[in-house]
T-cell receptor
C-alpha cells in the first residue's frame, strides 16, 4: 500500500530535550516536506526536500532541522524544543515534477512540549 | 499576513443539501488551487484542484469554482453526505516560482453534515 509513515503518533517532551520525528514513504517520491498545523493558521511549511541531499527552508524553519540521506526518509529534528513548537506535524511527499499539486500526507504527529 | 484565507471556521449543513466552502486569496501570482480534506487522526488527502486558466472543475459531487477577478474560490458539495464531515483546507500555488515552497494553505473549515 502506498503510504507516508510518521512516527511517533503522539509525543510529550520537555523543553530542551532533543527529539526526532521520523518520516518514510514507499512511493519513490523525490519531493518530501514537513508541515505544522495550528488552529486558524492551517498548514505551514517547515522544510522541504526536492531530492536526496537537497533541502531548503519553508515558511517557518526556525528551531527545526531536517536531513535527506535516503530518498525514502526525511526526519524532522528539534534540537532544543520549546513550548511554541507544540503542534500537529505532517510529513508529505509527491513526485518532483508536481511537488505542490498533489501531496500525499502522513497521519500526523501530535507533539506537546512542556 | 495570510495569503489564503478561509473566513468560516465551521459550517453545518443538512444531509442532501449543498455545502459551499469559500476561500479568498491575495497573491495574484497564484495560478493553481487545491482543496484537501482531513478527517480526525488522519493526514489531509487531495480532493480536487483547478488551474487559473479555468473557472470550474467538477469531479462527481465536488465542484470547484474560481473567480480570478475577485481572487475567490469555492468548493460545492452536492448532495452533502454525513461522510463528508471533515476539515477542508484550501491551498494555492504559484507554479512558475520556486516549486518547492509555494503551496500556501488556508486555515481550514470544519464541515458538519447532519443526517
Amino acid at each position: 500500500e502506498a503510504q507516508v509513515t510518521q512516527n511517533p503518533r503522539y509525543l510529550i517532551t520537555v523543553t530542551g530535550k532533543k527529539l526526532t520525528v521520523t518520516c518514510s514513504q514507499n512511493m519513490n517520491h523525490e519531493y518530501m516536506s514537513w508541515y505544522r498545523q495550528d488552529p486558524g493558521l492551517g498548514l505551514r511549511q517547515i522544510y522541504y526536500s526536492m531530492n536526496v541531499e537537497v533541502t531548503d527552508k519553508g515558511d517557518v524553519p526556525e528551531g527545526y532541522k531536517v536531513s535527506r540521506k535516503e530518498k525514502r526518509n526525511f526526519p524532522l529534528i528539534l534540537e532544543s524544543p520549546s513550548p511554541n513548537q507544540t503542534s500537529l506535524y505532517f510529513c508529505a511527499s509527491s513526485p518532483v515534477d508536481r511537488p505542490n499539486e498533489k501531496l500525499f500526507f502522513g497521519s500526523g504527529t501530535q507533539l506537546s512540549v512542556l | 499576513d495570510q495569503q489564503v484565507k478561509q473566513n468560516s471556521p465551521s459550517l453545518s449543513v443538512q444531509e442532501g443539501r449543498i455545502s459551499i466552502l469559500n476561500c479568498d486569496y491575495t497573491n495574484s501570482m497564484f495560478d493553481y488551487f487545491l482543496w484537501y480534506k482531513k478527517y480526525p487522526a488522519e493526514g489531509p488527502t487531495f480532493l480536487i484542484s483547478i488551474s487559473s486558466i479555468k473557472d470550474k472543475n467538477e469531479d462527481g459531487r465536488f465542484t470547484v469554482f474560481l473567480n480570478k477577478s475577485a481572487k475567490h474560490l469555492s468548493l460545492h458539495i452536492v448532495p452533502s453526505q454525513p461522510g463528508d464531515s471533515a476539515v477542508y483546507f484550501c491551498a494555492a500555488s504559484a507554479r512558475f516560482k520556486n516549486a518547492g515552497n509555494m503551496l500556501t494553505f488556508g486555515g481550514g473549515t470544519r464541515l458538519m453534515v447532519k443526517p
